[in-house]
């Protein structure tokens, strides 16, 4: 075998065309199917159930365990994509998907997104990509401008929040423990990352990532509104220092998950300056809303922040993944993560940006392109219009449930996120909680809407987030109708 030559009768004789991509004819035709499919679907997606109604481990078991050994016709590829994939979906583009943060892959971004597929770029450093690396740049300076932060933020894109906070989180470890690059953080002081008991759970992530431990983040209780208690903040801080404990960062959430609550950024930057910490701002969800000027008081102090992060692909009509990190001091970064290989020297080096440097990935798509594309499609006042309906029609909602007796709403509705619960009278504790779950699941079984849950001081309550461009008052009238009708089955009073 090992001294076969490519002239031995035991390999066979291919010519090099048939080694080849799919022929570009084949190509052209199939992807102009795919399209039409696209747009028919985007078009129809309202009339798929939203909450795919499979069983778990029914899409594996409609597929063959393994890989075929002879190429397949791209008819029988996308029979199974329709057939067996589209089931197996959950439809975040439904205009009735109001769990978690409701979010759109528009039009403008799809097509941004199959044009960096066909590009194909890894923009690791400039030369690898000069247009990917130069429209990241561009792009995050509109974002920026758009969002009212000063120009000494730099911007930058990662796939999620997660990891933008990760990479927040390893600025700020750089910064006021510099002495962990070096020496890990074997021996360094304790350290502390502050954040409010309703801080996303990436924050906890980031802090156990970056070798701090889960005793490293100190979770602050919150009031009433699920907004972090400055004064019990000031006084773990104390408590810490005078306990020899470092502390490195606080995380100031403006628009937490559970209930969109909008921590007090002013404040938390006074504590910063006078200990010496990080402030980083987490406004994944609603962020966007800083372009509205009738939102603009939430985000008073934002400039005094270290970092700032923002999923477009949250509220920003960008498909998944695309979440931009704002950074004051983005050497920090550079200071964490840059490494460079000689492999990956080149010439420009010192003049062009190096995306490599921002984070723990050395490959990056092209995710800007998509971005770019949704920024000029929609227009700043596009975007600011959807945004203001988007809150108009979770207002309008939140009133139902005020007005409706045997339903509360939990917390206040600063976005387009409505936290309420079913509470007939004489219900309390876990038997609540059961029936709202209950409500819940009838609701969602329906395949018309999709709604999710959450937990806030012990208690369950229902969260109904609108952000889907296709989102239209008659699917919250029918979402509001499915509720009253589910509590009704229930033997409740609707
Ligand atoms: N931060 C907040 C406030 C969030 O609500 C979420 C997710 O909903 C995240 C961070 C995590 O986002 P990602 O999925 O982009 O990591």
């Known amino acids: 075998m090992s001294d076969m030559k490519p002239s031995d009768p035991g390999i066979p004789d291919r010519s090099t065309a048939s080694l080849g991509d799919m022929p570009a004819e084949d190509f052209r035709v199939t992807a102009h199917e795919a399209v039409d499919w696209i747009a028919d679907y985007l078009d129809s997606v309202g009339d798929y159930p939203v909450l795919s109604p499979l069983q778990p481990g029914e899409i594996r078991a409609s597929l063959p365990a393994e890989a075929p050994e002879a190429g397949e016709s791209f008819d029988d590829i996308l029979r199974d994509f329709r057939e067996i994939v589209i089931p197996g979906v959950t439809h975040w583009n439904h205009p009735a998907f ?37 429209l990241e740049e561009l792009t995050t300076d509109w974002l920026r401008r758009l969002l009212n932060l000063s120009e000494q933020f730099d911007g930058h894109i990662n796939d999620t929040a997660s990891v933008s906070s990760l990479v927040a989180l390893a600025a700020a470890r750089e910064k006021y423990l510099p002495e962990a690059r070096q020496d890990g953080l074997f021996g360094a002081p304790r350290a502390r990352i502050y954040a409010s008991e309703e801080a996303h759970s990436s924050i906890d992530k980031a802090v156990v990532t970056l070798g701090f431990g889960r005793s490293g983040i100190l979770r602050i209780p919150t009031d009433d509104e699920f907004v972090l208690r400055v004064d019990l903040l000031r006084e773990a801080i104390e408590r810490d220092v005078a306990a020899g404990v470092r502390p ?45 000027p009738e939102f603009a008081h939430h985000f008073e102090g934002v400039n005094r922040a270290d970092s700032f992060v923002v999923n477009p692909h949250k509220w920003l009509f960008t498909p998944v993944d695309c979440s931009v990190l704002f950074c004051r001091n983005p050497d920090m970064i550079r200071a964490a993560f840059s490494l460079t290989p000689e492999y990956l020297s080149t010439p420009e080096m010192d003049v062009g940006r190096n995306l490599m440097d921002y984070g723990v990935s050395l490959g990056r798509r092209f995710r800007a392109l998509k971005l770019w594309f949704v920024l000029r499609y929609f227009g700043a ?23 409706a007796p045997t339903w509360e709403r939990v917390a206040p509705v600063p976005f387009s996120t409505v936290v309420f619960r079913y509470a007939p009278e004489g219900l309390a504790g876990e038997e609540q909680d059961q029936l709202n779950m209950d409500l819940m699941d009838r609701v969602n079984s329906t395949g018309q809407a999709f709604l999710s849950h959450t937990r806030l001081q012990g208690r369950i309550a229902l969260r109904l987030a609108v952000g889907n461009l296709r989102t239209r008052q008659e699917h919250l009238d029918r979402t509001w109708h499915l509720l009253q009708e589910a509590a009704r089955e229930d033997g409740g009073a609707p």
């Open 248 to 292: 490195v960062a606080l995380v100031a959430t403006l628009g937490t998950t559970s209930t969109t609550s909008v921590d007090p950024v002013n404040e938390m930057a006074d504590l910063c300056e006078e200990f010496g910490m990080w402030l980083h701002v987490d406004s994944a969800y609603a962020g966007v809303t800083a372009m509205v």
């Open 381 to 403: 006042e596009g975007v600011r219009e959807r945004i203001r309906e988007h809150c108009r029609m979770a207002r309008t909602f939140a009133g139902r449930v005020d007005a």
């Open 98 to 134: 109001h769990a978690y943060f409701a979010v759109t892959g528009s039009g403008p971004g799809i097509i941004g997104e199959m044009f960096s597929a066909a590009l194909n770029v890894n923009a690791m450093n400039w030369r690898s990509s000069p247009a990917g690396t130069e």
